[in-house]
């Protein structure tokens, strides 16, 4: 920096240089280190996140709620209209509510009748939702629930209806979920009444395509998609949309879920399904070859043989 | 800057000034991120918003450089990064040299009019917005798609003159004019 103004020495100039290369260096650098370890400086935002953030919830708290209530009023405007229609509604709801509640009283019995036994093990956290992602072009929510709450990474998260997302990065009081509209987010899903498969991949819109779909014609708009617990991530049967026609033909899923005002999210703790590993033991006469065989058995020496044998 | 400082013992004003100002940008900085992060709409958007940090940024090293060091600089789009799931560091040190590139000429712009300083400050985003997609595709990272980018870039520029209006109303930041002099008859 030749240019000197006060007709004095520039010492300053040079130093200014190398310090602001310096800086440069040590930012590259640490996207360099993000580049090749990944996981360890996720981990570290993660941690960072969760400071931060819960320290400022006195101030995201209340102007969330303010804004929402500016919205509330601004539907008082509409209040007569409003209230006509929601009579309507709830006139449709009550026959809704009358045929589900006899369809309930069928499928207990029908199912009682097969004695289906149904996944005790699907519990929830519940979280209240503090922060999005900051950026256009990320979707995500920081839920207030992590580590001491026993969340884990891949969970599934859904809000009072349809599946919202999955754990992905958690502090020790934070977690993030990576929404579906998120353009990594990846799931398998099965289209109901026909059983197809397929994979929703969020693209950063708002209703996400369908991908690897196998037969296009069985699918219909309006068909029903939940997720389908291939590859074990997910738990089977959790609603995620209806299916919907772009105008590129393509079939797109409306999300179930309520996007648009994410508050209070369920985390479902997911046990991992014990994997079969084996392709099963040779089932045979032999009385060595496991529990099953009761009848002719000589109860003399049995006991103390075959029990050690088999552990 | 430092050896010019001969007047060290008494609380020295335009040091005080320098620091409140320091520490408005980094409230106004703070605040920006915070608006940002508030869970008002998680819908995707088809219209991302502009990147309110680099306006203010470039706006400030224009009209008064000394206000924003580039420490403060980098820690800013660091923290942003940060909290923005983007890729920590990266567009922090091209933003950095960005604004490096415009403090050089923040005496040579005081003579532009604002059309010419506006035309320059978006060229220095684009080239931004390019480097930082460029650092991202040699490093093989995924990237989101051009036209959302595009776009943002478009509302960035076109908030520019928006930012340096409320600079200018309401922290009564300008372009130093040609030989003033600050409080001690220094010139700017």
Known sequence: MARDRNGQTDYVGPIRRIVVGGMVFVLLALFLLWRIDSPRVERFRAALVDRLVPSMEWAL????????????????????????????????MKAWKEAALQLEQKNARLLDLNHVPLDPKLTHVTGVVLADSGSPFRQSVLLNVGERDGIRDGWAVMDGLGLVGRISGVGQSTARVILLTDSNSRIPVTIQPSGQRAILSGDNSAIPPLDFLEAADQVRPGDRVVSSGDGGVFPAGLLVGQITQGPDRRFRVWLSADYERLEFLRVLRSHETPPVTDSGGLIAPDDRLGPPPPPAEPAADAPATTVPADG | MRPQRRFPPMADP???????????????????????????????????GPNLLLCLCFAWVLRRP???????????????????????????????????????????????????EWLMVAGVMTAVFLAYRLGLAITFVAQSNLSMETLQLVSTVVAYPLVVGLTRVGFGLRKAATGEVDAMGRRL
Do not use: C, H
Not at chain 2, 73 to 87: E, K, N
């Open chain 2, 14 to 48: 335009i040091q005080t000034a320098r620091l409140a100002y320091r520490l408005i940008y980094l409230l106004l900085a703070v605040l920006v991120i915070f608006l940002r992060l508030l869970p008002l709409d998680t819908t995707p958007t088809s219209w991302p």
């Open chain 2, 66 to 116: 000394e206000y924003v060091p580039a420490p403060l600089v980098a820690l800013v789009f660091l923290a942003d990064d940060i909290l923005s799931q983007r890729p920590p560091g990266l567009f922090a040190a091209i933003a950095l040299l960005g604004s490096e590139f415009l403090r050089r000429r923040e005496a040579m712009s005081r003579e532009l009019t604002f059309l010419i």
């Open chain 1, 61 to 92: 708290v209340p102007v969330t709620k303010f804004a929402g209530m500016v919205e509330d009023f601004q539907s008082y405007a509409k209040i007569y209209e409003q209230n006509q229609e929601l009579r309507r509604e709830l006139q449709q």
